[in-house]
């Protein structure tokens, strides 16, 4: 299933390698958040994409902020699935790409 695109109805916590395709429908804030590890900041920005089978929300950090805008189509590759309070969230992360169409 690597590469191969994932509904947003189908992606779980802890999955992997996913491909997402979808529409920005919403962007929330930028706040500011220190680096656990280093004296450093960074800007993250949550965002809700979706597709026609459901939603997720997507986490922006730093210059991924400033390419989305809402009514956006993008598409994730490489991207990963977390669970933060009880809700799956879609990564980017740092081997993942995304792409603004």
């Not at 993250?44 to 009514?71: C, H, M, R």
């Not at 189509?73 to 740092?94: A, P, R």
Request: glycine residues 8%; without cysteine.
């Amino acid at each position: 299933m690597e590469n191969e695109k994932v509904n947003i109805k189908d992606l779980r916590n802890g999955m992997k390698r996913v491909t997402v395709e979808a529409n920005v429908v919403e962007k929330g804030e930028t706040r500011e958040v220190r680096s656990r590890y280093k004296d450093e900041t960074y800007n993250v920005a949550d965002a809700v994409v979706a597709d026609e089978t459901g939603s997720i929300k997507l986490t922006l950090w730093n210059e991924q902020i400033d390419q989305v805008e809402v009514g956006n189509k993008i598409k994730i590759e490489n991207g990963y699935i977390t669970s933060f309070k009880g809700e799956i969230q879609l990564n980017v992360g740092k081997f993942g790409t995304m792409t603004v169409e």
